[in-house]
């Protein structure tokens, strides 16, 4: 099965409003990585984020390895935060590459 | 800073025909990658390579060749493009294989048709 599950598929955000996206995965891992698409754009690296939390500007990355699950927080969002966002486990051990969840697309709700 | 550029930026192949996509890094990254984004679909490792001269193949390489015979590029062939085949190739590279982040280029848009 796949063992990277990203939730929700896509997300209608009006500005302001605060939004949480999800990760859960099935197998052991060294880090989650968390990536922004713009549309039609290049993948830009968010978070590198093996345990805890990390902040960045308006965004907070969580990653709970018991609970085999990492989210991406947004908070106050802003128009200019549409595109998707990639979340992406790197497995242990040597010369494993990254295995990407299906990604979560940001809509804004225009007034 | 590095930079990550990927030729052609767009590509208009026919069914069957051989096409070649490129990729440059000038980070001394030892790993580099190719990934292919479908819709709705996330990405898909097709290959990666660790080093110089080194291949590996990903979870979605059959119907690719890939050559890295100098460390800073890394190209992938599809060996026979299918008719109204659609997607984002996308290249990226890190130090190394673990343990570090991966830096993307702006992806080659493929169009057969």
């Known amino acids: 099965g796949q063992q990277v599950q990203q939730s929700p598929a896509s997300l209608v955000l009006q500005e302001g409003e605060n939004a949480e996206l999800q990760c859960n995965f099935s197998?052991?891992?060294?880090?989650m990585q968390w990536f922004y698409q713009r549309p039609g754009g290049s993948l830009v690296s968010l978070f590198y984020?093996?345990?805890g939390t990390k902040h960045s500007g308006r965004l907070t990355s969580t990653t709970v390895i018991k609970e085999r699950r990492s989210s991406l927080h947004i908070s106050s969002s802003q128009t200019t935060d549409s595109g998707t966002y990639l979340c992406?486990?790197?497995?242990?051990?040597?010369?494993?590459?990254?295995?990407f969840g299906s990604g979560t697309k940001v809509i804004p709700c225009l007034p | 800073g590095g930079i990550i550029t990927q030729t052609p930026k767009f590509l208009i192949g026919q069914e069957g025909q051989k096409l070649t996509l490129k990729c440059q890094q000038n980070?001394?990254?030892?790993?580099m990658y190719w990934y292919r984004q479908d819709s709705g679909k996330g990405l898909r490792l097709i290959y990666y390579?660790?080093?110089?001269?080194?291949?590996q193949k990903g979870d979605l390489s059959e119907g690719y060749d890939a050559s890295r015979e100098k460390k800073s590029s890394f190209s992938l062939t599809v060996t026979s493009a299918q008719k109204n085949e659609m997607a984002v190739f996308l290249c990226?590279?890190?130090?190394?294989?673990?343990?570090?982040?991966?830096?993307f280029g702006p992806g080659t848009r493929l169009l057969v048709l």
């Open positions: 197998t052991s891992l060294n880090s």
């Open positions: 980070f001394n990254h030892d790993t």
């Open positions: 390579s660790i080093t110089e001269n080194d291949l």
């Open positions: 990226a590279s890190s130090p190394t294989i673990n343990q570090d982040t991966q830096y």
């Open positions: 984020n093996p345990s």
């Open positions: 992406a486990l790197e497995p242990p051990g040597f010369a494993s590459a990254l295995t």
